[in-house]
């Protein structure tokens, strides 16, 4: 089930056929990006993900990370808020999660920590429990104070935690962005799905490069 269908070689060439690919089912709604409004979200950069010994191990992952971290640098000098979730579970929290994984992702866990690439002094980290980044989270709260309702989401997995935070955030009436080459799964059939049945109703076709251009300008 698990394929590298990303490298740092190709991942500019192949997100872009993607893009082409899943194209025809977007609807002609189109965001208008503004830095005023944009947050950036990055979701559960964790090792648990990233390390070839996790047990949830992303063949694809790390190809995503210079482009996220590219994301964080551009925000950051533009004074877009930037968020990383650190998805940690306990008994209690964990729900569903349990019954569904073999392996809760808890406190002591070795792999715990998201990638020091992506951890930068002006980002804030916010405590998940579930696929969702808003749920049982101070995510919300937290962009309504500052006024921000267009969320920029990023990280792993594509079909998993990503797609249920864009869900979630247009139920929200906070508009998502969701860049084809900045997320992850553990293979391309369940990557492309995730924009197959996101771009009908919920979001843009986009690369990272279009909103580094809108960001950097």
Known sequence: MKETYLTLKDIRDETAAILEEVKPIARSYRPELNLHRMALLVVDMQLFFLHERGHGFIPS??????????????????????????????????????????????????????????????????????????????????????GRDQLVITGVMTNLCCETTVRSAFVRNIEPVFPVDTTAAYNREFHISTFRNLLYGFIHPVLSEELLNIILK
Not at 62 to 75: H, W
Not at 85 to 90: A, K
Not at 93 to 122: F, N, S, V
Request: aromatic share 6%; net charge neutral.
């Open 61 to 146: 992952a790390n190809a995503i990370i210079p482009g996220i971290r590219a994301l964080e640098e551009s925000c950051i000098q533009a004074g877009v808020p930037v968020f990383l979730t650190r998805h940690v579970n306990t008994v209690q929290d964990a729900g569903m999660m349990k019954k569904r994984w073999k392996e809760l992702l808890t406190a002591g866990h070795a792999y715990i920590d998201i990638h020091p690439d992506l951890i930068l002094p002006q980002v804030r980290i916010i405590r998940k429990s579930q696929f969702d980044a808003f749920y049982n989270t101070e995510l919300e709260g937290i962009l309504r104070d500052m």
